[in-house]
C-alpha cells in the first residue's frame, strides 16, 4: 500500500497489557482476539497499524510482532525523555526492529518536540540506511513542524506527517493554522483520540467500570445535544455515533487513528471512513461542538511534559 493513500489507521495503545486495558477501557482483551482484530485489518485492506514501545505498557508492539508483518504497513515512533544522549534514537530503532522482526519501519515518528534536531540527525541517518521509509513528526506545534520540514528539506528528504490530537471536540490545530499548512505542503495529517478516549461513544451503550469512563461521566451529560445530533447524522448514513466522529475526520481529510481491539472496530472504521457527509451535516457538528464546548484530555498533557523536560535541562 502506498503511504500517502492511507484512508484509516489501527491504533494499538490499547494492546497486550490486561492492566492497561482493564483500567483504561473496563475490560482486558487476551492476544487471541487481538490476532483475529489484526487479521480482519489485513483481510479489509487496512493493515496499517500504529504502534509505540510504551504502548500496552510495552506490550503491543512485542504482540503485535509476533502476528507477522509481512504485507502490512508499520507505523512506529521514537518518544525522547530526559536529555539528549548520543545514539539513543538508533538503539531504541533497534529495539523496534527486534519487536516487529523485520529490518525497515514504514513511517517512523519523533514523538516529542525535544532536541529536534539532534533527534531527527539520527531518524535521518536511518532513513539514508533504508531502516525508515517515511519520517513523521507528533504533537509539534505549526512552529516545530516547520522548523522539521525546514531540517529535512535542506537534505532533500520529505516529511511525511503531522501525528497529533484532533476530534470534532478538539480542533485546535484546525483554528491554528497547522492543518491548512500540512494541506498546503501535502503533508499528511493524523488524528489520534479522534474519539476521545471513549466520551465520542453512544451514551446509552453500557461501559465497563473504567478511569476514562469515572472521569467523562459528567461530561457525557453536557455532551447530550451533540450526541443526539450526532445519531440523527447516523441514521441518515447507517452509522453509529463513533463512526460519525471517525467519519466526521475522514470528510476534513484527516487520517483517523482509532483504536480496535476488536474485528468488529475495524470493520466499523472501514465504513465510517467511506461515508460521506456533506457541508451541512460538517458545518452543524462543529457548531453544535463549539457551542458546548466541553472540555478534553488533549495535547497539552503532552505540551506540559516537553516544558518539565526542558526546564530541567537548564
Not at 525523555?81 to 523496534?96: A, L, M, N, P
Not at 516545530?144 to 470534532?168: C, M, R, T
Not at 487513528?257 to 475495524?266: E, H, M
Request: charged share 30%.
Amino acid at each position: 500500500m502506498d503511504v500517502s493513500t492511507i484512508k484509516a489507521v489501527v491504533g494499538t495503545n490499547s494492546w497486550g497489557s490486561a492492566v492497561y486495558g482493564k483500567m483504561l477501557r473496563g475490560e482486558s482483551v487476551d492476544a487471541g482476539v487481538l490476532k483475529e482484530t489484526f487479521e480482519c485489518a489485513k483481510e479489509k485492506d487496512v493493515a496499517v497499524f500504529d504502534l509505540a514501545q510504551d504502548y500496552g505498557l510495552g506490550k503491543a508492539q512485542k504482540i503485535f510482532g509476533s502476528f507477522g508483518t509481512d504485507g502490512v504497513i508499520i507505523s512506529s515512533k521514537f518518544t525522547p525523555t530526559g536529555r539528549y544522549k548520543e545514539d539513543q534514537v538508533h538503539k531504541s530503532f533497534e529495539k523496534d526492529l527486534v519487536d516487529f522482526n523485520r529490518d525497515y519501519v514504514d513511517i517512523y515518528w519523533l514523538h516529542l518536540p525535544n532536541d529536534i534536531e539532534k533527534n531527527l540527525a539520527e531518524i535521518i541517518e536511518l532513513y539514508r540506511e533504508n531502516k525508515i521509509r517515511n519520517i513523521g513528526i507528533s504533537n509539534f506545534t505549526l512552529e516545530e513542524s516547520k522548523l522539521a520540514k525546514q531540517i529535512l528539506d535542506e537534505v532533500d528528504i520529505p516529511l511525511y506527517g503531522v501525528q497529533n490530537h484532533y476530534s470534532l471536540l478538539c480542533r485546535d490545530w484546525e483554528k491554528n493554522g497547522l492543518i491548512e499548512w500540512c494541506k498546503d505542503n501535502k503533508i499528511s495529517f493524523w488524528a489520534w483520540a479522534v474519539l476521545e478516549e471513549g466520551m465520542l461513544t453512544n451514551p446509552k451503550t453500557k461501559s465497563k467500570k473504567s478511569l476514562m469512563k469515572i472521569f467523562f461521566n459528567r461530561k457525557k451529560k453536557k455532551l447530550q445535544p451533540l450526541y443526539d445530533l450526532m445519531e440523527d447524522i447516523g441514521i441518515r448514513h447507517n452509522l453509529t455515533v463513533p463512526q460519525v466522529a471517525m467519519s466526521f475526520c475522514s470528510n476534513k481529510g484527516i487520517v483517523p487513528v482509532c483504536g480496535c481491539r476488536k474485528p468488529y472496530q475495524v470493520e466499523q472504521l472501514i465504513a465510517a471512513v467511506k461515508v460521506k457527509l456533506d457541508s451541512e451535516e460538517i458545518r452543524q457538528l462543529e457548531n453544535e461542538a463549539d457551542r458546548l464546548n466541553v472540555k478534553i484530555l488533549g495535547a497539552d498533557i503532552f505540551r506540559f511534559a516537553v516544558k518539565k523536560q526542558k526546564r530541567g535541562k537548564k
